[in-house]
């Protein structure tokens, strides 16, 4: 690929900066900035100019994203917003806006409030009644979905499974009769266990895609049934090194749910038209003997679809 852009690229790009200016961009509000998961250039034009034009820039990881500005060629003053103080940050952060500051706010990489601090900050921001702006651009889970190929009814974003494995199993289990692609992010030392896990659980024909390092320069996307997933990852050390995003098929209507756990699953929708999830989880649990969180989880699973 060409190293530089082309005269035509740098002549777009400058004629786009005038659609930036066709959107109001409010004072007082929070700006919520999505920013590159890999590759720096994947950043928007109007991300730019919002970093550009903002007082403040609330972040997780202030040297982070004080590298991420300065190769940007900018500088703000930031303000420490990760899981520790996020309803602290949310205060700072509201004073500013009400005193008719924009404020952004960046994850260390992809879309905030995705398996990323900022949904608190968002939340406490509409209960003020103040002004929050989507500022859209890269997330993994929409990157990797894109480029799966995989078919289902719809998709589930879980996130990242519980660290413990008979709680990951148990989630795994709950999710074996969803009939949507379900897809997770996932650390590298884990990653080789997970795919084995769900082997275990949703069975040797079920597809994965094993996206890792997307946008990066090590970046891979491999599709494979599931039985031979675990040979592939373990074949080359690399295969496991980086940051991951599986997906798994969903699952044909039948497929991979032992009967007793179809079972419950048709209980509990019967239960949720109802009673609340964990009024749901809990009767269900009474009825067929399953195990509670299990139920919690695919009747989570069920609202989902239905949402
Ligand atoms: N907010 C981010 C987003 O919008 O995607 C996700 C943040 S979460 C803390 C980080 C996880 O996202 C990583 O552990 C990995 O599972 C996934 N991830 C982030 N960047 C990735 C990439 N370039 N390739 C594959 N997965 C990635």
Redesign the pocket.
């Known amino acids: 690929m060409a190293s530089q852009l082309s005269p035509h690229l740098v002549a777009l790009l400058d004629s786009l900066s005038e659609e930036i200016t066709l959107q109001r961009f409010p004072a007082g509000a929070l700006y919520v900035v999505?920013t590159p998961?890999?590759n720096l250039s994947d950043i928007s034009i109007r991300a730019l100019s919002v970093l550009e034009m903002v007082d403040a820039v609330a972040c997780e990881d202030t040297r982070n994203t004080g590298q991420l500005m300065k190769r940007y060629g900018m500088s703000k003053p930031m303000i420490a917003t990760h899981q520790h103080n996020e309803a602290e940050a949310a205060q700072k952060i509201i004073e500013r806006l009400q005193r008719g500051e924009r404020v952004a706010i960046v994850?260390?990489?992809?879309?905030?409030?995705?398996?990323?601090p900022g949904t608190r900050v968002v939340d406490a921001v509409m209960s003020e009644g103040l002004c929050v702006v989507p500022i859209a651009g890269?997330?993994?889970?929409?990157?990797?979905l894109s480029c799966s190929g995989l078919s289902g009814e719809g998709f589930h974003f879980l996130?990242?499974l519980p660290s413990k494995d008979a709680q990951r199993d148990s989630a795994l289990q709950a999710l074996s009769s969803s009939p949507a692609v379900l897809v997770?992010?996932?650390?590298p030392h884990r990653v080789l266990d997970t795919v084995s896990a769900m082997r275990q659980v949703f069975g040797e024909q079920r597809r994965i895609v094993i996206?890792?390092?997307?946008?990066?320069l090590f970046?891979q996307l491999h599709r494979c049934a599931l039985s031979e997933a675990p040979a592939w990852l373990a074949a080359d050390a690399n295969r496991q090194r980086?940051?991951?995003?599986l997906l798994i098929e969903g699952a044909k209507r039948s497929d991979g749910e032992s009967d007793s756990m179809t079972d419950a699953r048709r209980l509990l929708t019967l239960l949720l038209q109802e009673c609340s999830v964990s009024q749901a989880a809990a009767l269900a649990a009474k009825i067929t003997g399953v195990k509670k969180n299990a139920l919690y989880t695919m009747a989570l699973d069920i609202t989902n679809q239905q949402s």
Do not use: H, Q
């Open positions: 999505a998961i890999g994850s260390d990489a992809g879309t905030p409030a995705i398996s990323d890269p997330s993994a889970v929409a990157a990797a996130g990242f997770f992010y996932e650390a996206a890792r390092e997307l946008s990066k970046e980086g940051e991951f995003v």
